[in-house]
Structures are given as structure tokens and as C-alpha cells.
């Protein structure tokens, strides 16, 4: 009996699929890959199902005789194991980021005679509807809020940039480049306490308070449906943090950041310019505790932000709170530094690194902007955050675009400097 190989991420099936199983089937026994969410995240976003999920569905699919989890986007190291004499796949991947995939499926069943067999791409189903349609699905509290620690257990490192209302929380979910056939994208999104608040034309020092935060928080809920981390300040005082982590976890936001300073909170990067005080451990630790016993469920994150590095407190001080706050039980450090230097942050990675328990790393390289993804990642980073670039981006072009009107005492010469009006009337679908 003949082998046939068919990689699926199982996520949604459409006839499509079933056209490719079933050329599967008539050409031998058919062996199923169910793509991890760790492939998936190499070149699309993850799917709404687990992938234990997705192998349960694969796994009873009528004439799959056997399924197996395929755990790179390269299906070299499955096909090598099973040696299929085919793989079927829809012909839609000889351009875009697959190409190199198929070329090298190709090359590698070339050393037994296998064959790659490709089957027309079905083009009555609309997928851009289903996409829409699994957004919403996605959208559900449940599946959104759960979607960061998936990210995590899938990716070398998530990317996470600052939205501060609906349109920047729509750049964040739709932007994507192709760069040497890799596609990239963002991962998720941060509503920064500094951005919202400057937004609204107010200092970031925690004026802008829970009720007024969930309006911008809403606003990105709604029409977005990437995970979200929130900058929740302070935490607030413990007896309020409890409120915000139940109000946050039920709007499915994935996780909460909360710094360790008390008293009227000033923006960090100021560092000692302004008088900021941090919070003792002790202290620090009674809030993650009645934090985490608020939490439903085990999905939510609350993660501590490490002021140390910004106050001049020394690595060994960072060190100490992390070990500390770890074991009031917190989901993740962030270690906050705005130095350009990188030598206290990465001594304080080195160290962290030889923690026996570790919780993801966060960093946000806002002050240390040279410094890259992969370096970051080597350095045991597992989450980068943008935290302040969609409104740092366009407040200088708002401004430029101002005294170009009042230069000229008209709007012509600022035409390039904007987009059309035909442009911003279709940006949004369903303006018309
Ligand atoms: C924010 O974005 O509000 C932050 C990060 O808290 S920072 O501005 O660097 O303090
Ligand atoms: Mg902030």
C-alpha cells in the first residue's frame, strides 16, 4: 500500500480540504501532519483551536489513517520519518511565503521517488470570509485572552507594538511585510499608560484612571483581534488591583504589567529625574498574590515590571525582586530600563538566565532602540514591546502638517504630506 502525505492545520475545513484528502486517499494510506502552533506562527497567525484540538479533528476525518503533529513549517524532518511516496497540497503555494516549503518537499522526496502531487486550488469559497469570520470567533474573551501564552509556548519571541485607540490597534493587527520570504507581523498589542494619556492630552501619572482606560480598551476590543497586554500603572492599591485583574481578565485581555513603585507614579523614563519611589518587596508581593487568587482562570498573566535599573537600585536589587516576585507567583518579569547601554539590562538577563524557575522575560527596548529581536532573544528575552511608536510616529507629522496650513494659509502644500481623502473614506470597511 502506497503513503500519502497531507499537512493541515485543521483549524477550519472547507471542501478544499476534503478534495485533498481525498486525493490523498486514492492515491495510498493517508497520513496526516497537523501543523503545531509553533509552525503555524512562522509564517500566519495562530488558529483559534489548540493544536491538541486540531489533531483530535484531523484524527477523525474519514480516511485519514493516521495523524501526526508537524512541528516546523519545513515538512523535511516528517517526511524523512515516514518516507511518503506522496505529498498532495493545493497548487496555491508556488508564490508566497511556501515556495521555499514546496521546493525543498520536492528535493527531499526525490531521494526515494516520492512524488509531490498538487491539485487546483478550490476557488468558489471565500476565504477572506472565513478569515473574517474566525476574527470574530477569535474575538471571544476566552479564545483572545488565552492567546498570549500560546504565543509563548509558540514563538522564539512575540512582537508586541503600542496601540492607543481603534485605528493604531487595527495598524498593529494588519500590518505585515514580506522580507527574504519571511512574513512578519505583530503578534499583539500594548495600550501603554503613557500613550493613552498623552493621547488624550493628559500626564502619565495614573490621572488617566481603570474606568477611563477600559474606554480606550474597548475601542481596541472591538475592532481587533490580536492579544492584548495592558500597562496597568501601579496596579493601583491592592484592594483596587483585585477589581482590574477580574474586570481585565473577563474582557479577555491576555495580561497585565504592573510596575513596582507607589505614591504618585511618574513615567520611567524620566528615571531619577523626578522623585519615584518603589515599592518594597514585601509589599510588591502581597499585590501579586491577591492579584493571581482574583484570576478565574489559570490563563491570565500578571506580570511584574522591575523598576530597579530605572532608579538606580543596581542588578543585584533586580535580581532579588525577581527571585521574590516569582515566588509571590507572578507569570512574568519585566525588566524596565531606559539606558542606552545595554550592559546592567543584559547583566541582569545573564543572571536571570541561571534562575532554576523562570517566567517569561519581557523588555521594552524604547531607550535601547539599536538593539535587535535576535539579540534580545539570545539574551533570554520573550517578549518585546514597542511601547510608544504609533504615537510618537504621528504626533511630528500632525504637527509638521499645522504649520504647513498655517505657512501657507491653505491646505495644497500639505496634500502629499497626507493620505487621499478617497483613501481615508475606504480605510475603514463598511464607511460606505
Ligand atoms: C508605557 O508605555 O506607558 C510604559 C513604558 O509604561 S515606559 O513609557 O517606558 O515607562
Ligand atoms: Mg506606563
Not at 515556495?99 to 476565504?127: A, H
Not at 512574513?183 to 495600550?191: A, L, N, Q, V
Request: aromatic share 6%; charged share 30%; net charge positive.
Amino acid at each position: 500500500m502506497k503513503k500519502s502525505y497531507v499537512a493541515l492545520s485543521a483549524d477550519v475545513l472547507h471542501p478544499g480540504h476534503y478534495n485533498i484528502i481525498n486525493k490523498a486517499r486514492e492515491l495510498g494510506e493517508v497520513v496526516v501532519g497537523v501543523l503545531t502552533d509553533k509552525a503555524i506562527s512562522e509564517y500566519k497567525r495562530l488558529p483559534y483551536l489548540s493544536q491538541d484540538q486540531r489533531k483530535n479533528i484531523a484524527e477523525n476525518i474519514k480516511g485519514v489513517n493516521k495523524v501526526v503533529f508537524q512541528d516546523t513549517l519545513d515538512y523535511t524532518e516528517n517526511l524523512l520519518d515516514i518516507k511518503p511516496d506522496y505529498v498532495v497540497h493545493g497548487d496555491n503555494w508556488k508564490h508566497g511565503v511556501q515556495k521555499k516549503v514546496r521546493e525543498k518537499v520536492i528535493e527531499v522526496l526525490k531521494q526515494w521517488n516520492g512524488q509531490l502531487i498538487e491539485i487546483p486550488y478550490t476557488k468558489d469559497i471565500s476565504f477572506s470570509k472565513l478569515r473574517n469570520g474566525m476574527n470574530e470567533v477569535i474575538k471571544s474573551p476566552e479564545i483572545r485572552g488565552g492567546m498570549l501564552r500560546r504565543l509563548l509556548n509558540a514563538k522564539k519571541i512575540v512582537r508586541i507594538l503600542e496601540a492607543h485607540d481603534g485605528l493604531t490597534s487595527l495598524i498593529v493587527e494588519n500590518t505585515e511585510v514580506i522580507v527574504d520570504g519571511e512574513k512578519r507581523s505583530f503578534d499583539g498589542m500594548w495600550i501603554s499608560s503613557l500613550t493613552d494619556s498623552t493621547s488624550k492630552g493628559k500626564p502619565d501619572i495614573e490621572l488617566v484612571d481603570v474606568t477611563s482606560r477600559l474606554q480606550t480598551i474597548n475601542e481596541v476590543l472591538e475592532v481587533s483581534s490580536k492579544p492584548i497586554i495592558l500597562d496597568g500603572d501601579t496596579g493601583g492599591i491592592l484592594e483596587h488591583f483585585i477589581y482590574t485583574v477580574k474586570t481585565m481578565e473577563r474582557l479577555g485581555i491576555s495580561a497585565i504589567i504592573i510596575e513596582d513603585k507607589v505614591g504618585l507614579k511618574k513615567n520611567s523614563l524620566f528615571g531619577t529625574d523626578v522623585k519615584q519611589t518603589q515599592d518594597t518587596i514585601e509589599n510588591f508581593c502581597k499585590k501579586i498574590r491577591a492579584g493571581k487568587k482574583a484570576q478565574l482562570k489559570k490563563d491570565f498573566m500578571i506580570i511584574a515590571r522591575i523598576e530597579s535599573l530605572i532608579l538606580k537600585q543596581g542588578v543585584l536589587d533586580a535580581l532579588k525582586r525577581a527571585k521574590a516576585y516569582i515566588d509571590a507567583g507572578v507569570d512574568g518579569i519585566m525588566i524596565h530600563s531606559k539606558d542606552k547601554s545595554t550592559e546592567d539590562l543584559f547583566h541582569f538577563c545573564d543572571e536571570y538566565a541561571k534562575f532554576d524557575y523562570k517566567v517569561p522575560l519581557v523588555a521594552v527596548p524604547s531607550a535601547y532602540s539599536h538593539v535587535t529581536e535576535e539579540k534580545l532573544y539570545e539574551k533570554g528575552v520573550n517578549i518585546v514591546i514597542y511601547a510608544n511608536h504609533l504615537l510618537r510616529s504621528a504626533y511630528p507629522a500632525m504637527v509638521k502638517v499645522s504649520k504647513t496650513i498655517l505657512e501657507n494659509k491653505r491646505a495644497l502644500e500639505v496634500e502629499e504630506l497626507c493620505m487621499p481623502i478617497k483613501d481615508i473614506l475606504n480605510l475603514i470597511p463598511g464607511t460606505k
